[in-house]
């Protein structure tokens, strides 16, 4: 079985910063991209940023240069620091991986999400 666990969400003034993180955890051969998605109340599942691997990160218009993913393939773990944060980005992030569990299973696996408010 695979686990992602999430933390650093909060609540936090426009403008301040925040930091995610998950560990991926569990049965795990390999980790090919991993990355942030978020949902807004009333509104679908959106995506934040994703990281490939090697390194190689995409972006959501709404992001750049505000918001910086990174990972620790040591640690199997995903970062989203969050920076100059707006009322807008208030919703629920959750942490996503493709995981390889053996040599040829490939799944999509989600973390429970954590909550970041932006509010004054």
């Known amino acids: 079985q695979v686990q992602l666990v999430e933390s650093g969400g909060g609540l936090v003034q426009p403008g301040g910063s925040l930091r995610l993180s998950c560990a991926a955890s569990g049965s795990i051969f390999s980790i090919n991209k991993m990355g942030w998605y978020r949902q807004a109340p009333g509104k679908q599942r959106e995506l934040v940023a994703t990281i490939a691997s090697g390194g190689v990160t995409d972006y959501a218009d709404f992001v750049k240069g505000r918001f910086t993913i990174s990972r620790d393939n040591a640690k199997n773990t995903v970062y989203l620091q969050m920076n100059s944060l707006k009322p807008e980005d208030t919703a629920v992030y959750y942490c996503?991986?493709?995981?390889?569990?053996?040599?040829?299973?490939?799944?999509?696996?989600w973390g429970q999400g954590t909550q970041v408010i932006v509010s004054s």
């Open positions: 996503y991986a493709r995981i390889k569990t053996t040599i040829v299973r490939l799944n999509d696996y």
